[in-house]
Nanobody
Framework: QVQVVESGGGLVQAGGSLRLSCAAS????????MGWYRQAPGKQRELVAT???????YYADSMKGRFTISSDNAKKTVYLQVSSLKPEDTAVYYC?????????WGQGTQVTVSS
C-alpha cells in the first residue's frame, strides 16, 4: 500500500521543541523531494521546508531559524525539528513526497502549542 505517515505531533508548551517524522512506504519510488507544509485553523496550507534527495534544503522565509529539515534517504524518511515553539505554530503539519510521477500527501499530525 502506498502511504505517507507522519508522527511526532502533540501538545507542547511555548518555548519547547518537537521533532516530526514522516515515512514514505517502500512502494513509493523515484523520490525527488520530501517536505513539510502546515495548516493553521482558518488559514491556508503553507510551505515550511523541503529537502531533495541530494540534500538541498529550502525554507519558506517565515520558517527560517527555528525549523530544521533533514532526511534519511535509505529509510525514505524526512524529519522536521522545530524549536522555540510559539502558539502561532499550532497547526496540522503535513508531509509531502514528490516523485517523478506524482506527489503523495500524508494525513497530517497535529501540533498544539500552549502559551
Amino acid at each position: 500500500q502506498v502511504q505517507v505517515v507522519e508522527s511526532g505531533g502533540g501538545l507542547v508548551q511555548a518555548g519547547g521543541s518537537l521533532r516530526l517524522s514522516c515515512a514514505a512506504s517502500e512502494r513509493i519510488f523515484s523520490i525527488n523531494t520530501m517536505g513539510w507544509y502546515r495548516q493553521a485553523p482558518g488559514k491556508q496550507r503553507e510551505l515550511v521546508a523541503t529537502i531533495t534527495t541530494g540534500g538541498y534544503t529550502y525554507y519558506a522565509d517565515s520558517m527560517k531559524g527555528r525549523f530544521t529539515i533533514s532526511s534519511d534517504n535509505a529509510k525514505k524518511t524526512v524529519y522536521l525539528q522545530v524549536s522555540s515553539l510559539k502558539p502561532e505554530d499550532t497547526a496540522v503539519y503535513y508531509c509531502i513526497v514528490v516523485t517523478q510521477i506524482e506527489n503523495y500527501w500524508g494525513q497530517g499530525t497535529q501540533v498544539t502549542v500552549s502559551s
